[in-house]
């Protein structure tokens, strides 16, 4: 079977985001085999079979978000809707992002937090 070409790569993430990509553009100008290799990632990731497309779309729409990258929470929300999900389940995504980004920052202070509350020659 014949590799897609890399423009055709980029015309079908066009068509899915509604833009082509612009660091897959730039990147396509650097390392155009990594646009190719980038798409069978994609496709293989979402052609797996336990997770359905929509919640796919709503995990990497809620990463994206935690992550602040807000052209690819927008991307993958767009992703998401068209995958079924409603704005209800859209919200409610970028929420548990919301609250999972939280977690992490307290999780990821835990010596600070301690070390604020103990006395003095104490331990806690």
Same mark, same amino acid.
């Given at each position: 079977m014949e590799k &897609?070409?890399?423009e055709e790569v980029l015309m079908q993430m066009e068509k899915n985001m509604g833009? %082509? &990509? %612009? &660091?897959m553009i730039a990147l396509a100008k650097c390392i155009p085999e990594m646009v190719i290799?980038? /798409?069978e990632d994609s496709k293989f990731v979402m052609e797996l079979p336990s997770i359905p497309a929509k919640y796919k779309n709503l995990i990497m729409m809620a990463v994206a978000a935690a992550t602040a990258s807000s052209k690819a929470a927008s991307v993958f929300g767009m992703? /998401? %809707?068209r995958s079924g /999900?409603?704005?209800e389940e859209i919200a409610e995504a970028i929420i548990v992002a919301r609250m999972a980004l939280a977690n992490t920052v307290l999780l990821n202070s835990s010596e600070a937090l301690e070390q604020a509350a103990s006395v003095e020659g104490e331990t806690p």
């Open positions: &897609p070409r890399v833009e %082509k &990509p %612009k &660091p290799k980038q /798409a992703m /998401a %809707k /999900a409603s704005k």
